[in-house]
């Protein structure tokens, strides 16, 4: 840079102005795309607050003014959901704990030990990853209702323990299916941090004859720690947020079992056509536990997709 | 690999004292089975779901099962199949599923290499402004469809306000069937594009920042050293991010399913998923809807079968 400067000013001046334009232009874009990508959410978070006649009259993203603002959509959203709120934590806590636990061994089996046709049995789970859903509906469906009936066979059970209600155990089969179909993509998970941990741990206590089960326990379960929150923080939000399978399991966004998602898309519908002030109250109020996930791990979450992808 | 060679070595002895029950005890007490508790478990909770009910629904698929009492497998034909690409219906969704695939994914990539590019050349809080490119991906499709069935409302949605702000008419953004296709397209790339930009600053930061200093040198401009030298290196990144993309697309079902509202038949934007739903849920058609989940798995299959050959060859599996 000196160098250039002693060589002629008028060079320097033009490739100062040429870099601030750049930058410029640069930040620009950014701040053209943080818009991008703001504005749904900033139109909705709006909406919420107006009252009907604020929805209809203002701008869908300027803000409510004094007499358009009101909190009873809100309220109103809240009393239809909270409900449904529930049952979302209760189906999406235990299955991703399950989920979590039963990944992280058989990441462990698949990696940190090793014997023949590991790979093609890797493979087996990473089919799984990627199957759509749609391809196991129908069996997923008379599985639980025809062939198996579970939540029929729980419901007795349920009814007795306290703050559970008997419509809770709808939620078991969904609970079991979540899991089933969880493991795949958090094995993977686990096993790209797995393979990343250096190998002399694990071969040092094997050489000092520890068992796999010690090994498990005592080695990998406490330095999979931070993994462990990756995992359950990017399987709980695909959980929480899924909608297929309640869909399927559960009959209707009017049963007492329905989990958020499938309650959502019928809070503010009325034969009129949508109450948009109540539907985006709503959707705020559907997303807010994995909002408030991402806003306060946003890295781990990141992190968790980039080691999908690895 | 140590390990396996270590096992090996222990496991096998020599061959003059092998009789089956030796033979058994080392195979007791191999590393396969004494690890199989481990990933066993797993393995068949995961295997009866994915494959068990992969197998299921082929076998439903080959019946005339419609809902009542149960299937009967005693006549097995491939007459669903036939009655699906007879169906214009069915064609139509086929042919939309593949644009959605190709199209989303393809704006995805380009738009995230773009946005990566965009934060990794000094941009100051990039980590917070990534945060907020990212944060539509935490989000459900339900509620997503939610946020764009409003930003897409005829009379007031925000982007109607916006063109006819500019002096046009009011578009129909989700009624007129030439466009509403684009316009879940648009939505999708909204909530993913994030995605494809967190694998691409993953991979551009493994480039070493001497080769943009040598380009520099040499007199290459920036978009030049960009194309010729960088994005070429980046083609695992691309790979990974549009499988993994092109898997979004295949289970945007439930984002139609809440932008368009229960089984209406979607204008201009049915997918094999929405299709085969409302088959099965609404009509009651099980077999057929079961067929159509078969195609739509294979569909699945055809993207994620090269990935994985391609992984195995680059030993990354």
Redesign the interface.
């Known amino acids: 840079m000196s160098q250039a400067s002693s060589d002629s000013n008028l060079d320097v001046v033009s490739l100062v102005e040429n870099v601030n334009r750049r930058r410029i232009g640069q930040y620009a874009l950014v701040i053209f795309f943080l818009g991008f990508f703001f504005i749904p959410l900033e139109t909705g978070i709006m909406t919420a607050l107006k009252t009907n006649e604020g929805v209809a009259r203002s701008l869908p993203f300027a803000p409510p003014t004094g007499e358009t603002f009101t909190l009873s959509n809100l309220q109103f959203a809240l009393e239809r959901l909270s409900r449904s709120f529930v049952n979302s934590l209760l189906m999406a806590i235990p299955a991703t704990i399950l989920n979590v636990l039963l990944a992280s061994m058989a990441a462990y089996g698949l990696t940190m030990v090793s014997w023949r046709g590991q790979i093609g049995m890797l493979s087996l789970f990473l089919v799984g990853v990627f199957v759509p859903y749609q391809a196991v509906l129908v069996p997923l469906s008379r599985f639980w209702n025809n062939i198996f009936p579970l939540a029929d066979l729980l419901e007795p059970t349920f009814a007795v323990i306290p703050l559970l209600q008997g419509y809770h155990s709808q939620l078991v089969p969904l609970i079991i299916t979540h899991v089933a179909y969880g493991i795949p993509i958090c094995t993977i998970l686990f096993r790209s941090y797995y393979k990343g941990l250096p190998n002399s741990l694990v071969e040092a206590a094997k050489i000092d004859g520890a068992s796999i089960t010690k090994i498990y326990r005592r080695i990998v379960l406490p330095i999979s720690k931070p993994m462990f929150g990756v995992v359950f923080i990017y399987q709980f939000t695909q959980i929480y947020n899924e909608f297929l399978f309640s869909f399927t399991l559960i009959a209707g966004s009017n049963a007492d079992a329905a989990p958020v998602t499938l309650l959502l898309p019928a809070v503010g519908a009325s034969t009129s056509g949508i109450d948009y002030g109540i539907r985006m109250s709503a959707a705020f109020l559907a997303a807010l536990p994995t909002i408030l996930l991402y806003v306060a791990f946003a890295e781990e979450f990141a992190k968790g997709l980039r080691t999908e992808s690895g | 690999?140590?390990?396996?060679e270590t096992?090996e070595s222990t496991t096998v002895p020599t061959e003059e004292v092998v009789d089956w029950q030796t033979k058994l005890r080392y195979f007791l007490n191999?590393?396969?089975v004494?690890?199989?508790?481990?990933?066993?478990?797993?393995?068949v909770?995961?295997?009866?779901?994915?494959?068990?009910?992969?197998g299921?629904?082929v076998l439903?698929s080959l019946t005339d099962f419609s809902g009542i009492s149960?299937p009967t497998y005693t006549d097995l034909d491939f007459e669903m199949y036939r009655t699906a690409f007879a169906n214009e219906a069915f064609r139509e969704a086929a042919i939309n599923n593949l644009i959605l695939l190709v199209a989303f994914t393809t704006v995805s990539l380009i738009l995230g290499l773009f946005?990566a590019i965009?934060?990794d050349?000094g941009?100051r809080y990039k980590?917070k402004?990534?945060?907020?490119?990212?944060?539509?991906?935490?989000?459900?499709?339900?509620?997503?469809?939610?946020?764009?069935?409003?930003?897409y409302?005829q009379e007031?949605?925000?982007l109607n306000?916006v063109v006819t702000g500019l002096g046009f008419e009011p578009i129909d953004w989700l009624g007129n069937p030439e466009i509403a296709l684009a316009s879940v397209i648009f939505a999708l790339v909204?909530q993913f594009s994030?995605?494809a930009m967190?694998?691409y600053l993953?991979g551009l930061q493994s480039i070493p920042r001497d080769q943009f200093e040598a380009a520099k040198v040499d007199g290459a401009s920036t978009l030049r050293t960009y194309l010729r030298i960088i994005v070429p290196q980046l083609k695992e990144?691309s790979v990974?991010?549009a499988?993994?993309l092109m898997?979004f697309a295949?289970?945007a079902?439930?984002f139609l399913?809440?932008l368009v509202?229960?089984y209406r038949p979607p204008n201009g934007t049915d997918i094999?998923?929405t299709l085969?739903?409302r088959q099965?849920f609404k009509f009651g058609k099980?077999a057929y809807?079961?067929a159509?989940?078969?195609m739509?798995?294979l569909l699945?299959?055809s993207?994620?079968a090269p990935y994985?050959v391609y992984q195995?060859r680059q030993g990354?599996?």
Do not use: C, E
């Open positions: 690999m140590a390990t396996q096992t191999s590393d396969f004494r690890s199989s508790p481990y990933w066993g478990i797993p393995f909770l995961m295997g009866i779901a994915v494959y068990g009910g992969i299921y629904n439903i149960s946005l965009l934060l050349h941009i980590d402004i990534q945060t907020v490119y990212l944060l539509p991906m935490a989000l459900s499709f339900v509620v997503t469809a939610q946020l764009w069935r409003w930003m409302n007031s949605g925000f306000v909204w994030g995605y967190v694998v993953a990144s990974s991010a499988v993994v898997v295949l289970k079902f439930t399913y809440s509202g229960q094999l998923a085969m739903v099965a099980w809807s079961a159509i989940a078969t739509l798995l699945a299959l993207v994620i994985l195995h990354s599996l």
